[in-house]
């Protein structure tokens, strides 16, 4: 019916990567008019509240006034015992930071999910638990559920003051990169400046 029109080719196409990116139609056109309201990220925690999901012996505190350090992680074995080699030669803190990135949807509103409904999170945070306790580093975990994960890395840094955030490099395809966008470029794009992004490879 449309012959060979490169528009309708280009709708076509355009159509695809919205919904191979998890976004509805009418989310895209709402988007593109400018109409999409703010979704609300889930509350910061407070440091107590974090302290209390961290890995601790028997009555020891959190020592808030030491440097703090986020790694932002989705389970990097390398990534994490770096992180806690580097706290432990700075005299650090670590926050280990797991987001569950949710896709879009008609209302834009976010999954309720929590850590107890996310075994890959909670592996996640053993494993790091693991690691800090052979470097005798004190660890905070922190769950997220958010459909921004750069932002939410970079509210976590800057409401936390940390002394430095880590990262790894991604393993995705390119085009993967392309349509969910790279995260490690946001935020090195709107990191404050006194914080340092060290990123392992």
Do not use: W
């Not at 002394?163 to 490690?184: I, K």
């Amino acid at each position: 019916k449309y012959g060979t029109s490169a528009h309708y080719a280009l709708y076509t196409f355009i159509g695809l990567l919205l919904m191979s990116a998890g976004s509805s139609a009418s989310y895209g056109i709402r988007y593109l008019l400018g109409k999409v309201p703010a979704t609300a990220l889930p509350p910061i925690p407070s440091a107590a509240s974090v302290a209390a999901g961290a890995q601790l012996a028997p009555g020891e505190q959190i020592d808030m006034t030491r440097p703090r350090v986020l790694v932002a992680t989705r389970g990097g074995r390398k990534l994490i015992d770096f992180a806690a080699n580097y706290c432990h030669k700075t005299n650090s803190v670590l926050f280990v930071l797991f987001i569950r990135k949710v896709n879009v949807v008609i209302t834009g509103s976010v999954s309720a999910m929590t850590l107890r409904e996310d075994p890959d999170a909670a592996a996640v945070f053993q494993m790091a638990a693991d690691a800090c306790q052979k470097q005798g580093v004190q660890m905070l975990p922190i769950y997220a559920v958010s459909q921004d994960v750069p932002y939410t890395i970079l509210d976590f840094a800057v409401t936390y003051g940390v002394e430095a955030l880590l990262m790894g490099v991604s393993r995705e395809g390119t085009l993967l990169r392309a349509l969910r966008g790279d995260v490690l470029t946001a935020v090195a794009d709107n990191l404050p400046s006194e914080i340092p992004l060290l990123i392992h490879a």
